[in-house]
Nanobody, 117 residues
Framework: QVQLVESGGGLVQAGGSLRLSCATS??????????MNWYRQAPGKQRELVAT???????SYAEFVKGRFTISRDSAKKMVFLQMTNLKPEDTAVYYC?????????WGQGTQVTVSS
């Protein structure tokens, strides 16, 4: 059974940094096959894609986080990370780890990130 568990959120001042972690479990998750994503959802807004790390290791970022956020993974530990720097109040949201396996979306419970001005 696939499980995704996020951690590392919190309250930080603008300009600060946070590192989010996503612990994965389930034999279906194979990083050499599955892309892993970070999404976020702010109050009253739609969930949006933040970053992706593809099976080959290539990464992709939304324009609004380019140069500030870095997605990475530890295949041995089956974990995915999102290093966030130079945080802005508009980055305040619940951040979710996500993957698509056999046409089914899997989500974690999310971790709250709050950036104060």
């Amino acid at each position: 059974q696939v499980q995704l568990v996020e951690s590392g959120g919190g309250l930080v001042q603008a300009g600060g940094s946070l590192r989010l972690s996503c612990a994965t479990s389930g034999i279906e998750i194979i990083f050499s096959i599955n892309a892993m994503n970070w999404y976020r959802q702010a109050p009253g807004k739609q969930r949006e894609l933040v970053a992706t790390i593809f099976s080959g290791g290539r990464t992709s970022y939304a324009e609004f986080v380019k140069g500030r956020f870095t997605i990475s993974r530890d295949s041995a530990k089956k974990m995915v990370f999102l290093q966030m720097t130079n945080l802005k109040p508009e980055d305040t949201a619940v951040y979710y780890c996500n993957t698509l396996i056999n046409k089914r979306d899997y989500w974690g419970q999310g971790t709250q990130v709050t950036v104060s001005s």
